[in-house]
């Protein structure tokens, strides 16, 4: 196991940034972290890099105690903090020679991770030179260094212009072949682009831990609807997408769509074909995207 979280809590003073937090992640394995801000994502990650101390429960990465095992804990871990701390001053080769020494790692692996992330034509520029798509990359081949097994990215596509996030992607995702990368975001759609499974926070919780095909898979949603008069089930498994329809009391149906796009506006279209009113229409949050948007909104 690569990543091992238990009952994990961390209290800032008086202020709860998580509450008993459990899950794993495998190797190899993308998995995205996504939760809105304020979630607790970047607390529980520097928790697992061993900059923070959490109050209370075990954190292991490849089998060692964050609490004991700090050392093992940095040689198996590269981390692309937040605001990645960049010098601007510095020249690319000069920024990663620094970590370079502290890992103890050799010049050609320098010239490795430059080429691995994409950054041989601008390398000879200083950070301050770069566009923030090329700082990021910056900031991944100094995670990639000392050839950790476990990559933490904190946010590392916030910030960058849509080729660039392209960019970025596809690198994260050529190294997740390998490795096990834990990402956070708060975006929806960057678990999609890049993930094999998702773990969402919210407010210090875990709300869901679920691989993409079961997120694809949870893509239905109910809405329920309220006629003035009786209607057949038949005649309501006409609508488009339906999969099921439930009587569930008087002229109230359950009708399950196939599909995330919401349906109440076909049900309401449908009603006025057939001369039906309309008491009630609402949908039911079911699949795992209404979950995220009524967390973030
Ligand atoms: P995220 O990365 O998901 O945006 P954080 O882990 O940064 O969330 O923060 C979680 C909660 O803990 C937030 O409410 C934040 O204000 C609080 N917090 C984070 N760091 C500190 C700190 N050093 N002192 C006090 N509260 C903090
Ligand atoms: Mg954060």
Redesign the pocket.
């Given at each position: 196991m690569s990543i091992e979280v238990t009952n994990i809590s961390?209290v800032?003073?008086t202020?709860k940034?998580?509450h008993q937090i459990s899950f794993k992640v495998n190797k190899p394995e993308i998995v995205g972290f996504l939760?809105?801000?304020?979630?607790?994502?970047?607390?529980?990650?520097?928790i697992l890099t061993t900059y923070l101390d959490a109050t209370e429960g075990v954190a292991k990465v490849n089998g060692h105690d964050v609490n004991t095992n700090t050392k093992q804990v940095q040689q198996s871990v590269g981390y692309l903090p937040?605001h990645n701390p960049l010098y601007l001053e510095q020249y690319v080769r000069e920024y990663l020679s620094f970590n370079a020494q502290v890992y103890g790692v050799t010049k050609s692996r320098i010239e490795e991770v430059i080429t691995l992330t994409g950054l041989t034509p601008e390398a000879h520029k200083t950070i301050g030179q770069l566009s923030k798509g090329y700082r990021q990359r910056v900031g991944l081949a100094n995670a990639l260094l000392h050839n950790p097994d476990v990559l933490i990215l904190?946010?590392p596509t916030t910030g960058l212009d849509p080729n660039q996030l392209v960019d970025i992607r596809n690198l994260i995702k050529s190294i997740g072949k390998e490795k096990t990368v834990f990402l956070?975001t708060?975006i929806m759609q960057e678990v999609e682009a890049m993930c094999d499974r998702v773990i969402i926070?919210n407010k210090?919780e875990i709300v869901a831990n679920k691989t993409l095909k079961e997120l694809r898979d949870d893509k239905e949603q109910v809405v329920i609807v309220a006629f003035d008069y009786r209607v057949e089930d038949a005649f309501l498994l006409k609508l488009p997408k339906v999969k099921q329809v439930k009587n569930t009391h008087d002229f109230t149906y359950e009708i399950t769509f196939d599909t995330a796009e919401d349906m109440r506006s076909h049900v309401f279209d449908f009603a006025h074909d057939n001369e039906l009113k309309i008491l009630q229409l609402n949908q039911k949050n079911a699949s795992l995207e209404s979950l995220f948007r009524e967390l973030t909104s």
């Amino acid at each position: 196991m690569s990543i091992e979280v238990t009952n994990i809590s961390k209290v800032y003073g008086t202020q709860k940034a998580l509450h008993q937090i459990s899950f794993k992640v495998n190797k190899p394995e993308i998995v995205g972290f996504l939760g809105p801000n304020g979630a607790g994502k970047s607390t529980m990650m520097k928790i697992l890099t061993t900059y923070l101390d959490a109050t209370e429960g075990v954190a292991k990465v490849n089998g060692h105690d964050v609490n004991t095992n700090t050392k093992q804990v940095q040689q198996s871990v590269g981390y692309l903090p937040e605001h990645n701390p960049l010098y601007l001053e510095q020249y690319v080769r000069e920024y990663l020679s620094f970590n370079a020494q502290v890992y103890g790692v050799t010049k050609s692996r320098i010239e490795e991770v430059i080429t691995l992330t994409g950054l041989t034509p601008e390398a000879h520029k200083t950070i301050g030179q770069l566009s923030k798509g090329y700082r990021q990359r910056v900031g991944l081949a100094n995670a990639l260094l000392h050839n950790p097994d476990v990559l933490i990215l904190d946010e590392p596509t916030t910030g960058l212009d849509p080729n660039q996030l392209v960019d970025i992607r596809n690198l994260i995702k050529s190294i997740g072949k390998e490795k096990t990368v834990f990402l956070s975001t708060h975006i929806m759609q960057e678990v999609e682009a890049m993930c094999d499974r998702v773990i969402i926070i919210n407010k210090g919780e875990i709300v869901a831990n679920k691989t993409l095909k079961e997120l694809r898979d949870d893509k239905e949603q109910v809405v329920i609807v309220a006629f003035d008069y009786r209607v057949e089930d038949a005649f309501l498994l006409k609508l488009p997408k339906v999969k099921q329809v439930k009587n569930t009391h008087d002229f109230t149906y359950e009708i399950t769509f196939d599909t995330a796009e919401d349906m109440r506006s076909h049900v309401f279209d449908f009603a006025h074909d057939n001369e039906l009113k309309i008491l009630q229409l609402n949908q039911k949050n079911a699949s795992l995207e209404s979950l995220f948007r009524e967390l973030t909104s």
